[in-house]
């Protein structure tokens, strides 16, 4: 890390990739207009690629510095400050669950790019070997970005070849109205097919796939063979 660096040093090595034309690409993928999920998030225009680039240089940055990124309205400001968070969890590891839980209540960790890359390296590599019902209130908020963290932690579990948790979050959120939820969901219950057992997956499609949202079928089954894909689907 560069000596006595603050979030105001991350802001200006940011500042400097900015690029407006990225800016405005970021605003209409990430759905920032009235009444979509991302409305009113501010973008720099800085790719992911040079955001963590940029992170590896303040690795190290201390924890006021990156609750002050994570706080901060800009878009990569918040990704820097997350994946300085991920970067700092093997050295503090409670400190970094304190901080990103945090995050995650105040409203910070607001978009699915923000969730994907943070909640499986922080809070699911926190809970490894330990009680996991918070993700079972996560999963029961009424914000869509707690409900997707409590899934996507699942991943951290899925690395070591327990489904468990990922199957009964599953089943809890069958009924979400979120779009974004049924792509969480069924992404996890592919890669626990492809990292665990297709034989458990099979198992939790055999009961759930009549109940399932069409996208978090089509995600589940998408590295099934294609006579199974039509199967599952004409369970609907």
């Given amino acids: 890390m560069e000596s006595d ?3 105001d040093d991350v802001r ?3 500042a400097a990739l900015a690029n407006p034309a990225d800016a405005a690409q970021a605003r209409r993928f990430f759905k920032t207009g009235p009444g979509e999920y991302g409305e009113g998030d501010v973008f720099l225009g800085v790719r992911v690629p040079a955001t963590r680039a940029v992170v590896t240089r303040f690795r190290g940055l201390p924890f006021d510095e ?3 990124l994570l706080d901060d309205p800009v878009h ?3 990704l820097a400050g997350l994946l300085l968070l991920v970067a700092a969890y093997p050295s503090d590891p409670e400190a970094a669950v304190d901080r990103y839980l945090a995050a995650v209540r105040r409203g910070r960790v607001n978009n699915w790019d923000l969730v994907d890359s943070s909640a499986e390296h922080v809070l699911g590599a926190w809970l490894l070997d330990r009680d996991r019902s918070l993700l079972d209130v996560l999963a029961a908020s009424p914000v869509l970005w707690e409900r997707r963290v409590a899934v996507l932690s699942t991943f951290a579990f899925l690395k ?3 489904v468990s948790t990922t199957f009964a979050l599953a089943e809890r959120l069958l009924d979400d109205p979120e779009d974004l939820m049924h792509k969480a969901v069924g992404w996890m219950l592919r890669e626990a097919g492809k990292r665990v057992s297709r034989d458990l ?3 939790f499609l055999d009961a759930h796939a009549a109940r399932m949202p069409r996208t978090m079928l089509a995600y589940a089954t998408e590295h099934l063979d294609p006579d199974e894909r039509r199967r599952y689907r004409a369970l609907r």
């Fill in 66 to 68: 990156i609750d002050d």
């Fill in 5 to 7: 660096a603050t979030a």
């Fill in 201 to 203: 997956l099979r198992g």
């Fill in 12 to 14: 200006a090595a940011l």
């Fill in 160 to 162: 070591r070849g327990d």
């Fill in 76 to 78: 990569e400001h918040r």
